[in-house]
């Protein structure tokens, strides 16, 4: 089993910043894109950022020019600098990472998917 555990959330006023990070551990194996997605109240879960196992990020427009994603592949950590948040940033963020694992009894590998719980993050004005 993988296990993601998310932590920074909180109560944060708008425009200030806030880093969140996610910590893997367990059956680690080959892990490749890592991403952050966010659930708001009344929206459907949104991919907010993704990195690469090489390094090449990815952001939603609604966050580009001010949240930056990282990774440390040694420490399988992933990190979401967040800057000038505001009010839609408001949700709870949550941790993906994709791994390839070996088909039982097989040569083969797929990429399975893993998520943590989340962590809320609440832009106040």
């Known amino acids: 089993q993988v296990q993601l555990v998310e932590s920074g959330g909180g109560r944060v006023s708008s425009g200030a910043s806030v880093t969140l990070s996610c910590v893997v551990s367990g059956r680690i194996t080959k892990m490749h894109g890592m991403s952050w997605y966010r659930k708001s109240s009344g929206r459907e879960r949104e991919l907010v950022a993704s990195?690469?196992?090489?390094?090449?990020?990815q952001y939603a427009e609604s966050v580009k020019g001010r949240f930056t994603i990282t990774r440390d592949n040694a420490e399988n950590t992933v990190h979401l600098q967040m800057h000038g948040v505001n009010a839609a940033d408001t949700g709870v963020y949550s941790c993906n990472v994709e791994q390839s694992e070996l088909l039982p009894g097989t040569a083969f590998s797929e990429l399975v998917d893993y998520w943590g719980q989340g962590t809320l993050v609440t832009v106040s004005s």
């Open positions: 990195i690469s196992r090489g390094g090449t990020a």
